[in-house]
């Protein structure tokens, strides 16, 4: 049984910046893609950023230069970091796993970790 387990959430002022960490349980390798969606309260989730296999990364046009996602292949882990945070980051962000041709149609799941950027 695959399990993604998030970390780093929490409450950030505008402008400030948090890592969110993704633990796999096995190996990254056995998917195709990694990755992280987002959903704000009354809102369709949203893909934030994927990884590739091969390392190839790709961040949706709302986040591209202020998040970037990482890997550490020796720690399973896959990560998000957000930068210049805005009050319109604020959701619930949840970490996936994919296996499938397409990087961003998730297989997995992780538990969600709330990111609240507020003053």
């Known amino acids: 049984q695959v399990q993604l387990v998030e970390s780093g959430g929490g409450l950030v002022q505008p402008g400030g910046s948090l890592r969110l960490s993704c633990a796999a349980s096995?190996?990254?390798?056995?998917?195709?893609?990694m990755g992280w969606y987002r959903q704000a309260p009354g809102k369709q989730r949203e893909l934030v950023a994927s990884?590739?296999?091969?390392?190839?990364?790709r961040c949706a046009p709302a986040v591209k230069g202020r998040f970037t996602i990482s890997r550490d292949t020796v720690k399973n882990t896959v990560f998000l970091q957000m930068n210049s945070l805005q009050p319109e980051d604020t959701a619930v962000y949840y970490c996936?796993?994919?296996?499938?041709?397409?990087?961003?149609?998730?297989?997995?799941w992780g538990q969600g970790t709330q990111v609240t950027v507020s003053s």
């Open positions: 096995g190996s990254i390798f056995s998917f195709n893609a």
């Open positions: 990884i590739t296999t091969g390392g190839d990364t």
């Open positions: 996936y796993a994919s296996t499938r041709a397409v990087r961003t149609f998730p297989d997995y």
